[in-house]
């Protein structure tokens, strides 16, 4: 019967052979603990990752070179030199959204990593408790693009990139035709087809009709009711118009082109049901925001009465008034303002919901998104599969030299700029020299002096 062998004893006979022989690396594997192997183990480059970065500080700028009031978001590092911006602007309460930022999201964001987007979005989504209304949303926006603006730098590569890359070449637009009368529309429709564009929003005036009534004197006005810079629209003379609108242009035009219209809620629900369903001989590409967000109950009667597509969603706030109507595809083209829902993080998400139920995307894009925000309305755009249209906006020359790095337009066609993060800038010692305002003109009267929702 053999003797049992000692496990000690073996090791030591195998140790003093590996001795014997020179083996001195055989030894150190014998004794070598996991964690002391591990250490001498070289990680490649591609794996060894980027030291953290932390906020240092979050601060507001302000600014106007186009007349809009305009707030952008500027986060700091712990890495010199290192910055990212974002677009928070509230145009209509501009005032109230800098202290959110300089105040609150300062002391909430100061000393915490940057690449934890995800993290920083949710807990300062609930930080205040209660759901964030416009205010703190706008200033959420800010923080959260200015975060993968930095995402991007830090990377060495475009937002869009960090999204999936390209889907499209470039980023399909649509440009705003208006004017007083149906003849004058279709004048600059054919300008603007001329210059490359396949989508153009066509109103007669400003919206509802506002601007081109002044053949009506309102009864308020005469009363002296309200403010004398309130607006007036009268929806009987509106709701006319737009179907003679849409005609000429047909008439004048062709076609080819993808033709557009915004309501901007201004008519009762009944009223812009008709006036959408005497449109479909004229193929509408969108007629844009036919409800106010109180009267959300009504697009399924809407949906029941026309196939004219429907574009939806720049008024609403929480992330959460998207789900159910986009599930039920309630709409065609979900219109999120990207600077007001909370930023690129969210909107990502209501794009990926899109996509399962055919609903395309139609980022707001007006003179009150800073080029900031069209920045990151771009990288999205080009980025997400079930993209759909882009509203579009031409940066004069004192926006570009506040804001180096402006979207630019070719052909019909926004091209996104290749440089890391979002590929734009600002000038603070340019945007000192547009101070922000306090006016707002969102009021608009029926002739006996009632508001009107927008």
């Not at 007349?67 to 978001?73: A, D």
């Not at 649509?174 to 109103?203: C, L, M, N, W």
């Not at 969108?286 to 009267?295: L, Q, R």
Request: proline share 6%.
């Amino acid at each position: 019967m053999n003797k049992k062998e000692n496990p000690a004893e073996n090791s030591r006979r195998n140790a003093m052979k590996l001795l014997a022989t020179g083996s001195a690396a055989g030894l150190l594997s014998l004794f070598d603990s996991p964690r002391a192997r591990a250490e001498r183990y070289e990680t490649p480059q591609y794996a060894k990752g980027m030291a953290p970065v932390t906020i240092t500080n979050v601060k507001a700028i302000t600014t106007a070179p186009g007349g809009s009031n305009l707030v952008i978001v500027k986060v700091e590092t712990s890495e010199p030199g290192l910055y990212g911006l974002g677009c928070a602007t509230f145009t209509q309460r501009a005032m109230v959204v800098i202290p959110a930022v300089n105040i609150y999201l300062n002391e909430f964001c100061v000393g915490k990593d940057v690449d934890n987007i995800e993290d920083m979005w949710q807990s300062a989504y609930v930080s205040s408790y209660w759901r964030n209304g416009p205010v703190l949303n706008n200033a959420l926006s800010g923080l959260d693009q200015a975060l993968w603006d930095i995402k991007g730098k830090r990377a060495k590569m475009p937002v869009h990139q960090l999204l999936g890359g390209k889907a499209r070449i470039a980023v399909d637009t649509y440009t705003h035709a208006s004017g007083p009368t149906p003849e004058a529309i279709a004048d600059k429709v054919q300008q603007y087809i001329s210059e490359g564009f396949r989508h153009i929003r066509i109103q007669q005036g400003g919206y509802g009709g506002v601007g081109a009534m002044d053949e009506i004197k309102p009864d308020f006005k005469t009363a002296g009711f309200g403010r004398a810079t309130d607006d007036f629209s009268d929806q009987r003379t509106y709701l006319k118009r737009v179907p003679k609108m849409f005609e000429m242009v047909r008439k004048r035009c062709g076609e080819d082109i993808e033709l557009l219209h915004d309501m901007h809620e201004l008519v009762e629900p009944m009223d812009a049901i008709n006036m959408i369903k005497g449109l479909e001989e004229y193929r509408p590409y969108f007629i844009e925001d036919p409800f106010s967000p109180e009267n959300m109950g009504w697009f399924k009667q809407l949906r029941q009465s026309t196939t004219v597509p429907i574009a939806m969603g720049e008024l609403f706030n929480n992330i959460n008034e998207f789900r159910d109507p986009m599930a039920h595809q309630l709409f065609d083209f979900i219109r999120c303002h990207i600077s007001q829902i909370g930023g690129i993080t969210p909107a990502m998400k209501v794009a990926r919901l899109g996509e399962w139920f055919n609903v395309k995307t139609a980022w707001h894009g007006p003179g009150d998104t800073s080029p900031v925000g069209h920045a990151a309305n771009n990288n999205i755009d080009i980025a997400v599969w079930n993209f759909g249209i882009q509203e579009s906006q031409r940066f004069s020359e004192k926006v570009q030299e506040v804001f180096p790095g402006c979207p630019t337009i070719k052909n019909g066609y926004y091209y996104v700029n290749e440089t890391p993060g979002l590929g734009i800038d600002i000038n603070e010692k340019e945007a000192a020299k547009y101070p922000i305002g306090t006016k707002s003109r969102w009021t608009v009267r029926k002739s006996d002096g009632t508001l009107l929702k927008p």
